[in-house]
């Protein structure tokens, strides 16, 4: 049982280390994490991204909808106004953009949309676009964290036996 224990561990700590990415020299752009809240169905877009300059200002992060500015947390940005109406972008921590997008009430969008996620940090600027249609993005919950990344998917299928294990001891 110990050695069965031991070489779990052992398997977890190389699953990690081998799933951290490797910075080359250039920065990744931010990763984009699409989700309905869970009550009113609004579009959340959470978009993580790398340090990439200490120099201020920044960061900076907006969004936009089919090449339409929606939200930012730039000053003096000019938004949409439909589309601003219906936006909140905020700087949820340090190197995490989010987009809480309101849906009409009664609606869902039959289109697909391409959402940009741009960020600004000193005098770098680095983007992602993703295709959405909301009847495919998931809800929000506290699962859909675990499956953000392919670090943490991998971590999640290398433990999940272990916790079964004990909760079955």
């Known amino acids: 049982m110990e050695l069965h224990l031991a070489a779990t ?3 977890l700590l190389v699953a990690v280390a081998v ?10 752009g931010p990763q984009m994490y699409p989700c309905l809240t869970i009550i009113e169905r609004n579009l959340r877009l959470d978009c ?4 990439t300059s200490p120099v201020p200002p920044g960061p900076f992060c907006e ?5 339409k500015l929606m939200g930012s947390t730039i ?4 938004p949409i106004p439909d589309l601003k109406r219906r936006s909140n972008v905020t700087l949820v921590d340090p ?16 289109k697909a949309y391409t959402y940009t996620c741009r960020v ?10 993703m295709a959405l249609h909301q009847r495919n993005v998931p809800i929000c919950s506290a699962l859909s964290v675990l499956f953000q990344g392919p670090t943490s998917l991998l971590l999640t299928a290398l433990t999940l036996p272990v916790i079964l294990r004990l909760l079955s001891a």
């Open 9 to 11: 561990v052992v398997s």
């Open 19 to 28: 799933g951290q990415p490797i910075n080359v020299g250039y920065p990744r």
């Open 48 to 51: 993580d991204f790398p340090r």
């Open 63 to 67: 969004f936009k909808q089919d090449g």
């Open 75 to 78: 000053p003096n940005a000019q």
């Open 95 to 110: 190197y995490k953009c989010r987009l809480t997008y309101a849906r009409i009430q009664g609606s869902f969008d039959e």
């Open 120 to 129: 600004v940090q000193g005098t770098q600027a680095l983007e992602n676009s």
